[in-house]
């Protein structure tokens, strides 16, 4: 009996081995086989409204390419994908704010859903997402407020009135014609959301974009389980913190260290600055700063990107005017390095124009990439890193759809 015992002991483990090995074996094949998509985002025309394409690539865009064939639409300046969704603050269909969500059926790329906000103030649709079932939103109809929603079925689900934490100063200063709360940066990092509030000078199209009353930007606290407000922060002197559009203007280091681009007073720049929160703490890190005004005169930060104590930001080479600042090729890249703030050009890669709503550095792949337009040199699309950071080489150029302002890798 116990021989018989240990043969159907043996024999039983056996048959678990073999149908485990297979489990296993199925499962990875679903992984490697998983059938992908790299979709490339271009604007075919530097106007407000930004129309332009999004194509889908079977494959690794190589050579010339062209995303013509793709969807076109507006609001095509950029977006903020989120895992396996392409999300935008601007609709396809006549450049609407709010959350777009588009969708790639069969190589095919068209609008999913919409969540529209006021379309009337600027920063309408800022959102954040903490998960697939929790998120939260700017809307200019209430500006005291931040909206939550279910970002799986991109629907409203409640808000956060957050009117006395606006109100705890300013309200005896007659200067102060508008305030909101998350209008330009909302971020969560260690179940915190962070929320900045605007104290505006004006009150007409533009208000809440370089009219700060006060030369610190205060940024709200609030613990994301409760809903409950936890204290204010504050940026100090530098006037504007980020510009409000599909790029957001602050990156997550690879230990949680969160950088943040602070614009400064005016739209071609005065008191920008790159600042910190890091990865334990709730507060600014006052021992680290970088002022674009140490750097150069007449310019500002305008994307950051942070990777391994590594920072990839552009440095504008010429006094920024309401001309060139856009679409002149004035910008170059460089890497900072995060514990000395020593500053290196990356090498071979071309001046470039302002990526604006894009992202100008993002990772595919476990690649590092530039977004790199250049018209005059015929150059638009991406370069590639090399592992220390230090050069790049060009990896692809689209010649057809504009200019380059995203791509992003969709699992089907």
Known sequence: ?????????????????????????????????????????????????????????????????STTGGLQGTGMGGWRPYKNWLLKMFNSTNNEMGIERLKISNGSIAVDQFLK???????????????????????????????????TSLSRTGELDLASVVNQRGTDESSILYRSIGQKFLAVKGG????????????????????????????????????????????????????INDNNMY?????????IVTQGRSSIGGKSKLVRIKASETDIDKSWEIKMDDITTGGK???????????????????????????????????????????????????????????????????????????????????QLNNDFTSASALFNVTGGGSISGLYKIEL
């Open 1 to 65: 009996m116990k021989k018989n015992y240990i043969k159907v002991f043996a024999v039983g483990c056996m048959v678990a081995a073999i149908l485990s090995g297979c489990k296993d074996k199925k499962k990875d094949d679903v992984i490697d086989n998983k059938p992908v998509k790299y979709v490339v985002m271009t604007m075919s025309q530097n106007v407000l409204t930004k129309p332009g394409y999004v194509a889908a690539f079977d494959e690794f865009p190589t050579g010339n390419i």
């Open 117 to 151: 906000t006021d379309n009337t103030t600027n920063g309408s649709g800022n959102f954040v997402i903490v998960n697939e079932t929790l998120g939260f939103y700017w809307d200019g109809a209430s500006p005291l407020k931040i909206q939550k929603f279910n970002p």
């Open 192 to 243: 915190k959301l962070f929320a900045n509030i605007t104290y505006a000078k004006t009150n007409g199209a533009q208000k809440g974009f370089f009219d700060d009353f006060y030369p610190d930007v205060y940024i709200a606290v609030i613990d994301i389980a409760t809903g409950n407000y936890e204290k204010t922060i504050k940026i100090e002197d530098t006037g504007s913190i980020t510009y």
């Open 251 to 259: 990156s997550f280091d690879s230990n949680g260290d969160l950088y």
């Open 301 to 383: 930060f305008v994307t950051v990107y942070a990777q391994n104590g590594k920072i990839i930001t552009l440095i504008p080479t010429e006094a920024l005017t309401g001309s060139n600042i856009n679409f002149s090729e004035i910008w170059e890249y460089y890497v900072i390095d995060a514990a000395t703030k020593s500053r290196t050009k990356i090498a071979n890669v071309p001046k470039v124009t302002n990526p604006g709503a894009a992202f100008g550095v993002i990772k595919i792949d476990n690649k590092v990439l530039l977004r790199v337009n250049a018209p005059t040199a015929n150059l638009n699309g991406y370069y």
